[in-house]
């Protein structure tokens, strides 16, 4: 199946409306059981060039032209990501993880130039889980930041979707790097989500440092059973 092309309508459609910047947003490695969350950016202005060739959401896309994607991504727009650890998913719970991750994102952003203020930030999803982590030394000089919660904006938004590709190849290597000195979990194929092989890699070989602690004992998909006897690996 040919993925969905996404466009630049919504942006352009909000740079008409007088915003000086569209930043798209998504999140990559929510539903994992190990590894960080991460939040990509892309930001776009008025002179933003065609949309590139083959962008689509991440999850419609092969590793390969992911990878090949990013290079031209990252010329094309401002770009940057944002991650929370799996220690934080732990101790804060997953929203407020996202909305550090996104946070760090846009951090990342200012320190490369880009100006929040008349700035609108293009969400994937349903809920808005940014607004409340922006902290007040990034919140633009009119007030708030603005946040546009769109479904499906991974698909349908260019901006979102070089967010999730950069995000999500960033995320990859990260994990694929874990993989090396744990190689029983399988991080290389599964990058944190919970397959068979993972569990029974913990079943094996003890719960890693980069295991979100709390998600293994609520796991569903397959079950652990005797997890709590088992020991954390180093």
């Given at each position: 199946m040919t993925p969905v092309r996404p466009?630049?309508?919504?942006?352009?459609?909000?740079?008409?409306?007088?915003?000086?910047?569209?930043?798209g947003m998504d999140e990559v490695g929510r539903g994992a059981i190990a590894g960080p969350v991460a939040v990509g950016v892309a930001a776009v202005t008025l002179d933003i060039g065609r949309v590139p060739q083959g962008l689509a959401d991440s999850?419609?896309?092969?590793?390969a032209r992911r990878t090949e994607l990013v290079p031209v991504v990252r010329r094309w727009a401002r770009t940057a990501v944002g991650m929370a650890s799996a220690d934080v998913v732990d101790r804060q719970g997953i929203v407020p993880a996202l909305g550090q991750a996104g946070a760090a994102a846009l951090g990342a952003l200012v320190r490369d130039g880009?100006?929040?203020?008349?700035?609108?930030?293009?969400?994937?999803?349903?809920?808005?889980?940014?607004s409340r982590a922006v902290p007040a030394d990034l919140a633009?000089?009119?007030?708030?930041?603005?946040?546009?919660?769109r479904v499906k904006a991974d698909r349908d938004c260019a901006s979102v979707a070089a967010a999730s590709v950069v995000a999500k190849v960033e995320r990859d290597a990260l994990m694929i790097a874990?993989?090396?000195?744990?190689?029983?979990?399988?991080?290389?194929?599964n990058k944190g989500y919970g397959s068979t092989a993972h569990y029974d890699g913990i079943r094996a070989a003890g719960a890693h440092p980069l295991h979100r602690k709390s998600w293994l004992h609520q796991a569903s998909s397959v079950a652990l059973d005797g997890f709590d006897e088992l020991s954390v690996a180093g």
């Amino acid at each position: 199946m040919t993925p969905v092309r996404p466009s630049l309508r919504v942006e352009k459609k909000l740079l008409g409306s007088g915003r000086l910047t569209v930043i798209g947003m998504d999140e990559v490695g929510r539903g994992a059981i190990a590894g960080p969350v991460a939040v990509g950016v892309a930001a776009v202005t008025l002179d933003i060039g065609r949309v590139p060739q083959g962008l689509a959401d991440s999850k419609l896309l092969s590793a390969a032209r992911r990878t090949e994607l990013v290079p031209v991504v990252r010329r094309w727009a401002r770009t940057a990501v944002g991650m929370a650890s799996a220690d934080v998913v732990d101790r804060q719970g997953i929203v407020p993880a996202l909305g550090q991750a996104g946070a760090a994102a846009l951090g990342a952003l200012v320190r490369d130039g880009v100006s929040l203020d008349d700035t609108v930030v293009v969400l994937d999803g349903s809920f808005d889980w940014l607004s409340r982590a922006v902290p007040a030394d990034l919140a633009p000089a009119g007030g708030p930041l603005d946040v546009l919660v769109r479904v499906k904006a991974d698909r349908d938004c260019a901006s979102v979707a070089a967010a999730s590709v950069v995000a999500k190849v960033e995320r990859d290597a990260l994990m694929i790097a874990a993989h090396e000195d744990a190689p029983h979990y399988g991080w290389s194929s599964n990058k944190g989500y919970g397959s068979t092989a993972h569990y029974d890699g913990i079943r094996a070989a003890g719960a890693h440092p980069l295991h979100r602690k709390s998600w293994l004992h609520q796991a569903s998909s397959v079950a652990l059973d005797g997890f709590d006897e088992l020991s954390v690996a180093g």
